[in-house]
């Protein structure tokens, strides 16, 4: 693990993650993202219509289901808690605790929205990667 980036005030969490993605997609970058399985189910749908100009290919993957080798080259996962991913090089978390395997990532971004609750597991995980002695970077977007 080289980083974790925290991006916090983001109004529109799924919009946020939306772009995040398509901008990881066309740059090549092989993302993962973890959150409920509520949460990657609007994720998953947001990204069909997101862009009328491009499709962002991603897949979801649930608790305990394995991956035929002919989608291991899947860009995106959208992963539930307790699924194992391909290996990726970008984690997206939209969950409110830290997500197990995590250092087995090139990078980590936490998105944080505007909601109390949310901040205060953020906080928490802030703190628990701060523990870890991992370099923290912080990016505020201001409610966008």
Not at 58 to 67: F, I, N, S, T
Not at 75 to 92: D, S
């Amino acid at each position: 693990m080289s980083e974790v980036a925290f991006h916090t005030g983001v109004g529109d969490k799924i919009g946020y993650c939306c772009r995040l993605l398509r901008k990881g997609y066309r740059q090549q970058v092989r993302m993962v993202v973890a959150g409920s399985a509520d949460v990657l189910a609007r994720l998953d749908q947001a990204l069909w219509l997101f862009d009328v100009q491009s499709f962002i290919p991603h897949r979801r993957l649930k608790a305990g289901e394995a991956v035929p080798p002919a989608l291991w080259r899947t860009p995106i996962w959208l992963i539930e808690p307790g699924a194992e991913p391909p290996q990726q090089g970008v984690l997206l978390n939209l969950g409110p605790a830290v997500v197990p395997g995590f250092e087995r990532f090139e990078r980590l971004i936490e998105v944080v929205g505007l909601d109390e609750e949310d901040r205060m597991a953020a906080r928490q995980r802030w703190r628990a990667y701060e523990t870890q002695g991992l370099r923290i970077t912080h990016h505020a977007q201001n409610g966008h």
